[in-house]
């Protein structure tokens, strides 16, 4: 869970390193090739939202189902037992 979670914020700030100049650029001209790349930010923004929606309705699922839950618990429960 852990990695996932670091791998969606290095998703997140990558694609922030790359919006910020170029949305930048736009305000000192507007050019077909600075609308592309806005363009193709944005696609990687609306695929990031998209895999960051679908994790979360995944987690939602499992939080909510009563028996995966106890079955996570027992799991614990028997790690803890063996540490």
């Known amino acids: 869970f852990d990695r996932l979670v ?3 914020s290095s ?3 990558e694609l922030e390193r790359e ?5 930048d650029m736009l305000t000192k001209r507007v050019r077909v090739p600075e609308l592309e790349q806005i363009r193709r930010i944005k696609n990687k923004l609306v695929r990031l939202k998209t895999r960051i929606e679908s994790i979360h309705e995944v987690i939602e699922r499992f939080l909510n189902d009563d028996e995966d839950m106890h079955r996570l618990n027992l799991t ?8």
């Not at 919006?19 to 949305?23: D, G, I, N, T, W």
């Not at 614990?76 to 540490?83: K, L, N, T, W």
């Open 19 to 23: 919006a910020l100049p170029a949305l």
């Open 6 to 8: 670091s791998e969606l």
């Open 11 to 13: 998703a997140a700030s």
């Open 76 to 83: 614990a429960e028997e790690m803890s037992r063996q540490a």
